[in-house]
C-alpha cells in the first residue's frame, strides 16, 4: 500500500499569512494526488485535483505542486474561513490513502 | 447541482450486519465510480471502497476484505454498502463519495451517516 506522510500535523498562522503543507508519497505517484479542506462538523470540500488544479470555485489563494513522491499545498494571504483541517488523498493505486491531517488554527 | 445522502446509519452491536445507501441526484449516476470513505476522530479519514459505473470492478482496503460488499442500482441512483460481521472499529461517520474520473479522482462527497458498533 502506498502510505501518505502529511506535515506539519498542526499548525498556528495568522491572518495574512502564507503557509505550506506537505504530503510524501512513499512511492512515485505521478500527479494522482487531490487536496481537501474539512471544517468542523462540515463535509471535506476538494480544493485541489492532480496535484496542482483548483477544484470550480476554489479561491487562487490555494495552489498546488508536485509530482512523484512530493506534494505541497499551498495558501497564500491566509483569511479567516481558512482555518481548517486539511487533507492530502492519493488515488494513483488501490487502496487510495489519505494523509493523517493538517489542522491549521489562528495564531 | 450534486447530491448524494447517505443512510442507513445506527447503533448495532458486534458480528452484526448494516447496509448503507446512497441516493444520487443532480448527475448521471450511472456513469461515475463510486466510493466509500470513513471518517474517526481517531484515525482520520480512511478510504474503504469502489465500485466502478458499471459495478464490474470493486476494490477494498484490507481490513474490510470479505466483510463489506460495495454494490450500485444505476436503475435506482443509489449506492450501496453491506456491512457484516462488524467490529467496534468499524465505528465511524460513512461518506459515500463521487469519483468524477481516473485523472481527477473523487470530487464531491456525501454528508455522511453515523454506524456506531457497540455492545
Known amino acids: 500500500d502506498i502510505q501518505m506522510t502529511q506535515s506539519p500535523s498542526a499548525m498556528s498562522a495568522s491572518v495574512g499569512d502564507r503557509v505550506t503543507i506537505t504530503c510524501r508519497a512513499s512511492?512515485?505517484?505521478?500527479?494522482?494526488l487531490a487536496w481537501f479542506q474539512q471544517k468542523p462538523g462540515k463535509v471535506p470540500m476538494r480544493l485541489i485535483f492532480?496535484?496542482?488544479n483548483l477544484h470550480s470555485g476554489v479561491p487562487s489563494r490555494f495552489s498546488g505542486s508536485g509530482s512523484g513522491t512530493e506534494f505541497t499545498l499551498t495558501i497564500n494571504s491566509l483569511q479567516p474561513e481558512d482555518f481548517a483541517t486539511y487533507y492530502c488523498?492519493?488515488?494513483?493505486?488501490?487502496?487510495?490513502?489519505f494523509g493523517q491531517g493538517t489542522k491549521l488554527e489562528i495564531k | 447541482q450534486v447530491q448524494l445522502v447517505e443512510s442507513g446509519g445506527g447503533v448495532v452491536p458486534p458480528g452484526t450486519s448494516l447496509r448503507l445507501s446512497c441516493a444520487a441526484s443532480?448527475?448521471?449516476?450511472?456513469?461515475?465510480?463510486m466510493h466509500w470513505v470513513r471518517q474517526t476522530p481517531g484515525r482520520g479519514l480512511e478510504w474503504v471502497a469502489f465500485?466502478?459505473?458499471?459495478?464490474?470492478?470493486?476494490y477494498y482496503v484490507d481490513s474490510v476484505k470479505g466483510r463489506f460488499t460495495i454494490s450500485r442500482d444505476n436503475s435506482k441512483d443509489t449506492l450501496y454498502l453491506q456491512m457484516s460481521s462488524l467490529r467496534t472499529n468499524d465505528t465511524a461517520l460513512y461518506y459515500c463519495?463521487?469519483?468524477?474520473?481516473?485523472?481527477?479522482?473523487?470530487?464531491?462527497w456525501g454528508q455522511g451517516t453515523l454506524v456506531t458498533v457497540s455492545s
Open positions: 463519495a463521487r469519483e468524477y474520473d481516473l485523472v481527477t479522482g473523487v470530487d464531491y
Open positions: 443532480g448527475f448521471t449516476f450511472k456513469t461515475y465510480a
Open positions: 465500485v466502478s459505473y458499471d459495478g464490474s470492478l470493486k
Open positions: 512511492q512515485g505517484i505521478s500527479n494522482y
Open positions: 492532480a496535484a496542482s
Open positions: 488523498l492519493q488515488h494513483s493505486g488501490y487502496p487510495h490513502t
